[in-house]
C-alpha cells in the first residue's frame, strides 16, 4: 500500500473517531458548564448563610440590651417610691427617661434588622429553587454524558485500535503531519481532488476549493510515497482511485 492509501485508511477511521469523541466531548462540555454554574449558586448561597448567621447574632445582642434596660427601668420604678429625698427622685426620673428614649432606639434598630433577616430569607429560598434546578440541570448532562459514554464508548475504543494499527505503517514524521493537519481542521486532515474540467485540465481542492495547477495533479498521479498538501487550506491531498486511474500516471519526460 503507498503512502497516500495508508493516510487515506488512517483519515477515514480518524475522522470517525473524531467525530465520537467530538459528541462525548460535548456532552462532557455542558456538564461543566452545568456543574461551574451549580458552584457559582452553592458560593452565593454560602455567602447569603453567613449573612443571615451575622444578622441573627446581631439581633440576639439587640434583644440581650433592651431586656437589661427592661429589667433596669423596673428596679428604679420600684426604687422610685422609695426615694428619699426630691434630688435622688429627680436623678432616678432622669435616668428612667434616658433609658426609655435608648430603649425606643435600640427596638427600632432591632426591627430594622428583623425586617433585614426576613428579606434576606426570602432571598435564600429563591436562592435555593434556583440551585435546585441547576442541579436539576446538571443531573440531565450527567446522565446524558452516562449514556453516550455508554452507546459510544465500545465503538470508540474499537475506533481507536483501529486508528492506532493504521497508523502504526505510517512513519513517524508523515504521522505526526497528519495528526497536525487533523488538528487544525477539526479532523479533515485530508482533502480529495475534484475534477472540475478534464478538458480545460481544471482541478481543485475538494475542502477549500482552491485551483490546483495540473502539474500538481499528476504529481499525485505519478508519486504515491509523498505528502502534497494544499496550497491554501493545508489538507493532504489525495486522488480517488477512478479519478487517478483516468487520468493515467504521469508521461514520462522525453
Ligand atoms: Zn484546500
Known sequence: MSLIQQLVTLHRVDSQFRALEGRLDAARATLASQERQLGVLSKQTEDMRSQERQLKTTIHALEVEVAATVARVEKLRSELNASANEKAYKSIILELKHLEENKKKVDDQTLAEMQRLEELQKRVVEQLAKAAERQRFCDIAKAELEERQTEVGARLEELRAERDRAASSIPDRERKLFNATADSTEGEAMAAVNEISRRHREYCCSACNIEMPFEAVLRLTSNQDTIFQCRACGRIL???????????????KK
Not at 238 to 252: K, N, Q, S, V
Open 238 to 252: 489525495y486522488l480517488e482511485d477512478a479519478l487517478r486511474e483516468t487520468i493515467g500516471p504521469a508521461p514520462a
